[in-house]
C-alpha cells in the first residue's frame, strides 16, 4: 500500500528533552511537509523540503530542526527550545506537479 | 500573502438536510483550492480540489465544490448529509505549480449532525 506513516501515534516527554518524530512515504514524491496543529488555529507549517538535502523554515520554524537525507523520510526533531511543544503534528508529501498534497495520521505529542 | 478564511467555527445540520460550508480566499493570481475532512485524531483526506476548467468539480463521498471567481470562495456542499459526514474540514489555497509551493489552511469548520 502506498502511503504516509508517522510514528508513534502518541508520544510522551519530560520537560526539557529533545524528541524526534517520523515521517516515511513510499510515494516517491518529492516535497514533504511538517504541520503543526492545535485546536481553533488550523494547519500551520513548521518546515517544508522539496529534494533530499534541501529544507525551508515555514510559519513557526523556531524550536524546530529536520534533515532529509533520504526522499522516503523527513524526520521532525522538537527541541527544548520548543516553549509550548505539546501538539498534534502532522505529515504529508506533495505530488509532483500540483499541489496536491497527502497527509500521515499524525502524531500526538505531550510534555509533561 | 494568500489567505484563506472559513467564518463558520461550528454548524449543526439534520441528517438527511443539506450542507454548504463557506470558504474565502485571498490570492493575486488563479489560485489552487482544495477541501480536506479530518476525523478526531486523524490526518487529513483529501475530498477534492480545483485546479482549473469546470468552475464545479466533484470529490469523494458524495461531495462538491463551487469555485467563484468574483466572490473569491470555493463553498463546498452536499444534498443529504450522513451521521459518518460529522468532522472537521478544511479548506486551502495554494499558489499554483511546482516548485517551492505550500498550502495556506483556514482554520477550519466543526460538522455537527443531528439524529
Known amino acids: 500500500d502506498g502511503g504516509i506513516t508517522q510514528s508513534p501515534k502518541y508520544l510522551f516527554r519530560k520537560e526539557g528533552q529533545n524528541v524526534t518524530l517520523s515521517c516515511e512515504q513510499n510515494?516517491?514524491?518529492?516535497?514533504m511537509y511538517w504541520y503543526r496543529q492545535d485546536p481553533g488555529q488550523g494547519l500551520r507549517l513548521i518546515y517544508y523540503?522539496?529534494?533530499?538535502?534541501?529544507?525551508q523554515k515555514g510559519d513557526i520554524a523556531e524550536g524546530y530542526s529536520v534533515s532529509r537525507e533520504k526522499k522516503e523520510s523527513f524526520p521532525l526533531t522538537v527541541t527544548s527550545a520548543q516553549k509550548n511543544p505539546t501538539a498534534f503534528y502532522l505529515c504529508?508529501?506533495?505530488?509532483?506537479?500540483?499541489?496536491?498534497?497527502?497527509f500521515g495520521p499524525g502524531t500526538r505529542l505531550t510534555v509533561l | 500573502a494568500q489567505s484563506v478564511t472559513q467564518p463558520d467555527i461550528h454548524i449543526t445540520v439534520s441528517e438527511g438536510a443539506s450542507l454548504e460550508l463557506r470558504c474565502n480566499y485571498s490570492?493575486?493570481?488563479?489560485?489552487?483550492l482544495f477541501w480536506y475532512v479530518q476525523s478526531p485524531g486523524q490526518g487529513l483526506q483529501l475530498l477534492l480540489k480545483?485546479?482549473?476548467?469546470?468552475?464545479l468539480v466533484q470529490g469523494i463521498k458524495g461531495f462538491e465544490a463551487e469555485f467563484k471567481r468574483s466572490q473569491s470562495s470555493f463553498n463546498l456542499r452536499k444534498p443529504s448529509v450522513h451521521w459518518s459526514d460529522a468532522a472537521e474540514y478544511f479548506c486551502?489555497?495554494?499558489?499554483?505549480?511546482?516548485?517551492?509551493?505550500?498550502?495556506?489552511f483556514g482554520k477550519g469548520t466543526m460538522l455537527l449532525v443531528s439524529p
Open positions: 504529508a508529501s506533495k505530488e509532483k506537479g500540483t499541489d496536491t498534497q497527502y
Open positions: 510515494l516517491n514524491h518529492d516535497a
Open positions: 523540503s522539496q529534494i533530499v538535502n534541501d529544507f
Open positions: 490570492y493575486g493570481a488563479t489560485p489552487y
Open positions: 480545483y485546479f482549473s476548467g469546470d468552475t
Open positions: 486551502a489555497v495554494g499558489r499554483g505549480g511546482s516548485g517551492y509551493s505550500t498550502l495556506t
